[in-house]
């Protein structure tokens, strides 16, 4: 069953954020664009490359209003351990949630429940908190984020045009498509 437009229930979990844990909740998130990224563990293989990615990456989801932010099934307590030890996970400066009773994972459908990990899955959440874009992918292929922003940019445009689709590899300032009436139907 497909979860676009499905409203991210209430929430209240602990997250690890700019050297220090916070609380972030389901009000925390809306008015504004989001993107919630799951991944399975903390000191892992792929995860790494792929918070990363979105590290590099953050400046410019930020710049068109986006939070970023990442989800595993470990305690906040665990996502501080791994950032004071990798250089990598150092350069996160978007909130990572701690997802340890899978609250979080199972309102997007993404827990494994036998193994208590989530799967890769990337939401991009809407200001009305709805879930308007989202991919899940094996857990041995790792996501881009440049893909992931282009996704933003795409829903940020139409949900301003409504009457506008964005075609495949679509960027800001490129065409659009304006699908005719007689196209409706057949759609």
């Known amino acids: 069953m497909s979860m676009i437009n499905k409203e ?3 929430f209240s979990v602990e997250a690890f954020h700019e050297n220090t844990f916070k609380t972030v909740t389901r009000a925390d998130i809306l008015g504004r664009w989001n993107v919630f990224f799951f991944y399975p563990a903390d000191f892992t293989f792929v995860c790494p490359t792929e ?3 979105l590290a590099d990456m953050y400046n410019d989801f ?3 209003g986006c ?3 990442s989800v595993s099934c470990d305690t906040h307590f665990v996502h501080k351990a791994w950032y004071d030890i990798s250089r990598t996970i150092q350069k ?3 909130p990572m949630l701690a997802d340890p009773t899978g609250i979080l994972a199972r309102d997007f459908e993404v827990l494994i429940e036998e193994k208590g990990l989530a799967e890769r899955g990337d939401f991009i959440i809407n200001p009305e908190g709805k879930i308007v874009a989202y991919e899940i992918v094996a857990g041995n292929v790792g996501r881009n984020a440049e893909e992931i922003f282009r996704r933003v940019q795409a829903s940020q445009f139409v949900a301003e ?3 506008h ?3 495949a590899r679509w960027k800001p300032g490129a065409g659009t498509l304006i699908p ?3 196209l409706v139907g057949r759609l």
């Open 8 to 10: 991210i229930a209430d």
């Open 51 to 53: 918070l990363e990615d």
């Open 62 to 64: 930020k710049a068109v």
């Open 67 to 69: 939070e970023v932010y």
């Open 92 to 94: 996160i400066r978007y």
């Open 161 to 163: 045009h409504g009457d």
């Open 165 to 167: 689709v964005c075609p």
């Open 180 to 182: 005719s009436l007689d």
